[in-house]
């Protein structure tokens, strides 16, 4: 089994077909109001050959706030010079969208669009987590699967710029990075992903993938805030939705229950803007949410195949 290896996987695998690094980021400002922010770079193979003339590159960047969900999208190919990752320091740009490290394990994060624009620093201390076996996490009962690990641990500082104004923010931080040849089913219509910041300091990622023949697969990782992480399987965790909103016409889940047994949690999942549809060339949903029951916190979440 591939073993990952930093910071070299931390760049991109061009002989994968698909790949993305995702920041997300649940912020407050001074009056404790609270935003959503993301960073999203998908790198796309027409073939695995890995050179750059068969890459594609797509960014999706939006900010969740009060006064609206405000998204916007760059594409570019791979021989263009306009986007790129590289591994050590860690860089990810499309166009002027970047992610930059600063020193060790800190970046920072710009984005803009029409409506929004918001400039981010992300500073850990800690370790990436690499979920289920050593980062290979499977995706299906057949076996496809993924190179998954996370960053949980990120503070964020900054700004964030709507039409209302610029507005100073800090809250907690949250970094994907995943690449596959195959990490989906045909049968599978889609994924409801969460990403939780709870205040007693753990962490938890968990994901459904809805298969319309042989039910859905569940996997996640509990990182508790003193402990090792601890991969959960189908028969550990559950998520289920509430209930729906209609957005942009189509009938969204936005309220879930979460359940992990052997751990205490009993969870319910709240989006804190509804309206948090990314109307892109691959639409989904995405924005921050909060939780309660046995634990509280906020964090993200993430849902395609609604469209």
Do not use: C
Not at 236 to 257: K, N
């Amino acid at each position: 089994m591939y073993a990952l290896e930093f910071p070299k996987d931390h760049g991109a695998h061009p002989n994968f077909r698909i790949e993305w690094w995702y920041f997300t980021a649940v912020l407050q400002d001074t009056d404790a109001i609270t935003y959503g922010a993301q960073w999203t770079l998908f790198r796309m193979a027409r073939r695995p050959s890995g050179l750059k003339d068969d890459q594609l590159w797509m960014g999706n960047a939006a900010l969740a706030s009060p006064s609206g969900h405000y998204f916007d999208e760059r594409l570019a190919r791979g021989d263009m010079g306009l986007a790129d990752v590289n591994a050590e320091p860690f860089e990810a740009k499309i166009d002027e969208w970047l992610v930059a490290e600063q020193q060790s394990n800190d970046l920072t994060i710009h984005a803009q669009g029409a409506d929004f624009a918001f400039d981010l620093r992300f500073t850990t201390n800690m370790a990436p987590v690499l979920h289920a076996e050593n980062g290979f996490s499977v995706k299906s009962g057949s076996g496809t699967a993924s190179h998954y690990y996370s960053q949980p641990n990120y503070m964020v500082t900054g700004q964030l710029e709507t039409p209302n104004g610029v507005v100073e923010v800090s809250g907690n931080g949250w970094m994907d990075h995943e690449w596959s040849s195959r990490p989906f089913e045909p049968d599978q219509v889609g994924w409801d992903w969460i990403s939780l910041h709870m205040n007693d300091g753990g962490k938890l990622m968990a994901f459904r993938l809805r298969d319309r023949i042989d039910g859905d697969f569940l996997a996640g990782t509990w990182m508790p805030k003193n402990g090792e992480a601890q991969s959960l399987t189908a028969n550990e965790l559950s998520l289920s939705a509430l209930a729906t909103s209609v957005i942009d016409g189509r009938e969204i889940p936005t309220v879930f229950q979460l359940v992990v047994p052997q751990h205490g949690i009993d969870a319910t999942i709240e989006a804190i803007y509804p309206d948090s549809w990314m109307a892109t060339s691959v639409p989904y949903w995405e924005g921050p949410v909060r939780f309660d029951g046995s634990h509280s916190g906020v964090g993200y979440l993430e849902m395609t195949g609604y469209e």
